[in-house]
């Protein structure tokens, strides 16, 4: 069982682009960070790790909590993370379980400055993003 919660990750590559999930479902396109709800018993940093793997299909070490954004009465962490291992694009989560998931699930990776002209969840993360090529931290949001 899931709480509210979630946790997700920040990832960066050497292009200084951002890993990304493409989504669409009923005729409606979105981007996410790789991410997901937070189980009972588990910790955030838990989740973090094993959707990052569940979604992209790599490993990641966690660097911080580059944000905590306000969602669902919940302030959700999104930590920096650094792939140790794996390969990108082959998650086998059950997002990727046709009978699991209403329309398509796409890992890709995005230019940072393109952020802020795509549908991008939460937009206030990826606003920020889009605006530091530096790694910032323990920053508030609000998406509520």
């Known amino acids: 069982m899931r709480t509210k919660q979630r946790s997700a990750i920040i990832l960066v590559?050497?292009?200084?682009?951002?890993?990304l999930i493409?989504?669409?479902?009923?005729?409606?396109?979105?981007?996410?960070?790789?991410?997901?709800?937070?189980e009972f018993g588990h910790?955030?940093?838990?989740?973090?790790?094993?959707?990052?793997h569940e979604e992209l299909g790599?490993?990641?070490e966690l660097e911080g909590v580059?944000?905590?954004?306000a969602f669902n009465g919940e302030l959700n962490?999104?930590?920096?993370?650094?792939?140790?291992?794996g390969e990108f694009g082959t998650g086998t989560g059950e997002e990727f379980q046709a009978e699991q998931t209403?329309?398509?699930?796409?890992p890709m990776w995005i230019k940072r400055s393109a952020l802020s002209h795509l549908p991008v969840r939460p937009p206030s993360l990826a606003e920020l993003l889009s605006q530091s090529s530096e790694r910032f931290y323990d920053k508030t949001l609000a998406e509520d």
């Open 13 to 19: 590559n050497e292009q200084d682009e951002i890993a």
């Open 22 to 38: 493409r989504r669409e479902k009923a005729d409606v396109l979105y981007y996410v960070f790789p991410g997901g709800g937070v």
């Open 43 to 52: 910790t955030t940093e838990e989740t973090a790790i094993r959707e990052a």
């Open 58 to 60: 790599v490993h990641v």
């Open 66 to 69: 580059a944000a905590h954004v």
């Open 77 to 85: 962490p999104y930590y920096w993370a650094r792939v140790t291992g």
């Open 102 to 106: 209403e329309g398509s699930y796409t």
